[in-house]
């Protein structure tokens, strides 16, 4: 058998070229897609260290703010943006941020900064953040107080309210409800300690409140769930308010004042003080208040509350109509009666005596509403008196008070006009009134109170918080203690 063998020339050498093309061609794209991760990789870790160097930029303001709460220039005295190197932790500089800070808008403490991050070894890359930072003003709260105090039935309360002492709560709370204690021997009855926040209120289905002491409300127990009074809850103890710390500075306001024109000092002789009447065109009238209205026979003062009297005007002379200040100030150095209604302002009316005696401190009444035209932040008003603010004998039937009231040394409430008995006709007509609704917040450094245990005073309280003074207070309102917090912050770039 013959074997014949047949040669073809050039197939390996084909054969090899083919393989050695896919080869290359594989190598090729391996070499490139490898070469594009580690691009990729490197463009990631840069973002990476541009975002954190922006975020940097950031925390330093914040930290240069808690130093110098009012320097929004970096400390240089002059305009931005400004730069800052970054380093790494070996000291190596790594790349910058660049800082543009906006400060807060007249009757804010809302701070923007913006922060861009870049990196040296990549000049393409940069990231950009914005944050805004605020400090809360003292009107964090609906209701503070630095004493013990009673909410009764017929209070609705929506915000916060915290007591330095003990809170006795028979109405219905729409938020937290705290004290700076664990537990209190509750002034309005007898028995033992009870819970720092607790209720008299029978718990469902009963109705109405138990005046006795509640064992159910006091130590060795736990607080029960009573979502039907503490609709969000309860929390005790938690730490004080520092009154004395963030009291506004009634002098400087009076000197701010003095500066704008709007000062009006101590009446004298037998004047009672000054009526001030609010207007939407950016106005106020002042009057000088001449007598007040007398109390009906009988109706006298029986509880020992001092400057105990009507505070309702019945004869008063207009001094002029003025112009709202550019500061917003009005600083009165006597007591002064208020109301009207303002649009697009933002006010701040102040009633102190100096030097400061306690038997002779002036205080801030209303017989009438003191209105918003504007409830989205635009319109802002404060009452700041260095004795207590009233609600007055001959007060509205149904009274609005927008603002946020301040009692630095006083109570915000109203005084006892008691109860016809018998043939004596005592406070009659005006001992009740119905419904009191309180637009904002109030600071009391005494109890609070516009109704009284017997029935008389406001039957209906009313206090809704207006969250837009917590960042953009009234003009000199005091802020809190607090520092910077962070209000937003988002990723531009």
Not at 163 to 175: E, L, M
Not at 273 to 283: A, R, S, W
Not at 343 to 362: E, Y
Not at 439 to 453: I, P
Request: net charge negative.
């Amino acid at each position: 058998m013959t074997t014949v063998f047949y040669k073809i020339k050039g197939q390996l050498s084909m054969q090899m070229l083919i393989y050695g093309g896919l080869i290359t061609i594989l190598l090729s794209g391996f070499l490139i897609w490898t070469s594009n991760i580690v691009t990729s990789d490197l463009k990631f870790s840069n973002r990476t260290m541009a975002f954190s160097i922006a975020q940097a930029g950031v925390e330093y303001y914040r930290w240069h703010l808690a130093h110098a709460p009012t320097d929004y220039q970096d400390g240089t005295g002059g305009p931005g943006p400004y730069t800052h190197d970054y380093y790494d932790k070996n000291n190596n500089l790594v790349g910058q941020f660049i800082l543009e800070i906006t400060p807060p808008p007249e009757g804010s403490t809302i701070v923007t900064i913006k922060s861009t991050g870049k990196v040296l070894a990549d000049s393409d890359v940069e990231k950009i953040i914005e944050a805004k930072l605020g400090i809360p003003s003292f009107a964090k709260y609906a209701a503070v107080l630095n004493a013990n105090v009673r909410f009764g039935e017929g209070t609705e309360v929506f915000g916060e309210v915290h007591s330095n002492g003990g809170v006795h709560f028979d109405g219905t709370a729409h938020n937290i409800v705290s004290s700076a204690l664990s537990e209190y021997n509750d002034p309005d009855h007898s028995g033992n300690n009870e819970f720092s926040v607790h209720t008299h209120r029978n718990a469902p289905p009963q109705t109405g409140t138990d005046s006795s002491f509640r064992p159910l409300e006091a130590p060795p127990n736990s607080p029960q769930n009573r979502n039907d009074v503490f609709l969000v809850g309860r929390e005790f103890p938690v730490p004080a308010v520092d009154f004395t710390g963030i009291t506004a500075d009634l002098a400087q306001i009076k000197t701010d004042a003095q500066a704008d024109n709007r000062y009006w000092g101590p009446a004298g002789g037998s004047v009672k003080g000054y009526h001030i009447v609010l207007k939407t065109n950016d106005t106020f009238d002042i009057y000088k208040v001449n007598t007040l209205t007398s109390p009906p026979n009988g109706c006298i003062e029986v509880l020992g509350q001092q400057d105990w009297g009507t505070w309702s005007i019945e004869t008063e002379q207009l001094l002029g109509n003025y112009t709202f200040a550019t500061s917003g100030l009005i600083f009165v150095e006597d007591n002064v009666w208020i109301n009207g209604q303002i649009n697009t302002a933002r006010i701040t009316i102040a009633s102190a005596r100096f030097p400061d005696n306690p038997s002779n401190r002036p205080a801030i009444t209303f017989n009438n509403d003191l209105l918003y035209t504007n409830y989205d932040g635009q319109d802002v008003i404060a009452l700041i008196a260095q004795g207590n603010i009233n609600a007055g004998y001959v007060s509205e039937d149904d009274l609005r008070i927008d603002g946020a009231l301040f009692a630095q040394n006083g109570r915000v409430g109203r005084y006892y006009y008691r109860s016809p008995s018998g043939q004596q006709q005592r406070c009659s007509p005006y001992h009740i009134r119905q419904t009191i609704t309180l637009y904002g917040m109030l600071a009391s450094n005494q109890r609070y109170g516009f109704a009284y245990t017997d029935g008389t005073g406001y039957q209906n309280r009313n206090l809704v918080y207006d969250p837009n003074l917590l960042y953009s207070p009234p003009p000199s309102f005091p802020l809190t203690t607090d520092s910077y917090e962070v209000l937003s912050w988002k990723e531009l770039k």
